[in-house]
């Protein structure tokens, strides 16, 4: 039988320097205790998922924060681009009747 | 050796291992490798320390001459202290630190799971509220100890050479004596030998996932607990640890 250390065959002899691999990014979100949804509270950075829910409980539920905790490797977030701001969100600016203000709403109802 | 006495004497080894490991710890806050791991290693530093308070405080209620938590963890010298050896072992390296911390949370969490069914009940109520604490802290320590262990050739080598430093001082958490031996018999808590078997197997399988190699040697440091022979680096510890009081006495906030 081969010893654990036999897939490490340069540990005994060579001392040499590892590079610095910066951890992967994560995006922590985190629901509070009375609130309904996850909100984003920071990022961090954990080698894997497990060690980025530890991490994101250590820094941001201290203070008794929240219930649950998700996490989220920053890489695989799609995000819309600042430059296509125009596009994107001016034409709706003009569209006041998108609002729905234009009508009575009856009494029965109530309050929406 | 009167129950009391007896009493006391535990006390102060479930109060001393919490302050001295605690506070080695600590030592980390401001130097850890990276932010995210600062953070946890204070975050446990503090559980320790507010252990620390609820087992020193029932000991000086124990002993009943009037001293208070601080004054047991503060005016103490380190011959009167009853941590394990292992607890006062430097840091060394970020892994010796997880590696120490590992190899203790072990034990602290069967510990205290049997304790929580203590006959006392101030006990059992601190080591209720301490077992929720310990048991993230072995999940966190063991899952470190298994991410360098099984990591690059250079972690994985720090590793193992930080089991070979400690494993000496891990047989003394399980060694029974007149203290425990009446601690037992009226089901305070568990003779230490009894927790060895179910530590064993987990340290085991954690070393193999670690591909860590635990040394075949069952030699052990004895001398902490009793108080009969610290290692030299307590006193070192304490006088940092306890400096302010020591120089301007009763000082407070």
Not at chain 1, 54 to 65: L, P
Not at chain 2, 13 to 37: F, K, Q
């Amino acid at each position: 039988m081969s010893s654990p250390n036999a897939a490490y065959p340069d540990t005994p002899d060579q001392a040499m320097k590892p590079k610095r691999h910066e951890w992967p990014l994560w995006e922590v979100f985190i629901r509070g205790q009375h609130g309904m949804s996850h909100r984003h509270v920071g990022s961090l950075h954990a080698p894997d998922q497990e060690m980025a829910i530890k991490n994101a409980r250590d820094v941001y539920t201290r203070r008794n924060e929240g219930v649950s905790i998700w996490v989220v490797e920053a890489r695989h977030i799609a995000a819309s681009s600042p430059s296509d701001k125009g596009p994107l969100y001016e034409p709706s600016e003009s569209k006041v009747y998108r609002h729905p203000t234009f009508f009575d709403i009856p009494e029965e109802v109530g309050a929406m | 050796m009167t129950r009391d006495t007896a009493f006391f004497e535990f006390l102060l080894r479930m109060g001393d291992n919490t302050l001295v490991l605690g506070h080695r710890v600590s030592e980390w806050c401001g130097h850890a490798p990276v932010l995210e791991e600062d953070i946890a290693l204070a975050n446990t530093a503090l559980d320790l320390i507010g252990q620390t308070q609820m087992w020193l405080g029932l000991a000086g209620e124990v002993e009943g001459e009037g001293r208070s938590a601080d004054d047991l963890a503060m005016l103490r010298d380190a011959w009167d202290f009853r941590n394990v050896l292992l607890a006062e072992q430097p840091n060394g390296d970020f892994g010796q630190t997880m590696m120490r911390q590992y190899l203790f949370d072990q034990a602290h969490v069967l510990l205290l799971e049997k304790l929580a069914q203590s006959s006392d009940e101030r006990v059992a109520g601190i080591a209720a509220k301490a077992v929720k604490e310990v048991t993230y802290h072995v999940e966190r320590s063991r899952d470190t100890v298994i991410g360098l262990g099984d990591g690059t050739s250079e972690s994985h080598r720090r590793m193992q050479a930080a089991l070979d430093l400690l494993w000496p001082y891990v047989g003394e958490m399980f060694t029974d004596d007149e203290v425990s031996g009446i601690m037992a018999a009226e089901g305070i808590a568990p003779e230490p030998s009894s927790l060895r078997a179910a530590w064993d197997a987990a340290v085991q399988q954690t070393m193999s996932e670690a591909t860590l190699v635990i040394p075949d040697s069952g030699f052990a440091h004895a001398g902490g607990k009793t108080g009969f022979r610290h290692s030299e680096h307590l006193g070192h510890m304490l006088t940092q640890m306890q400096w302010l009081q020591r120089a301007y006495p009763g000082a407070r906030w």
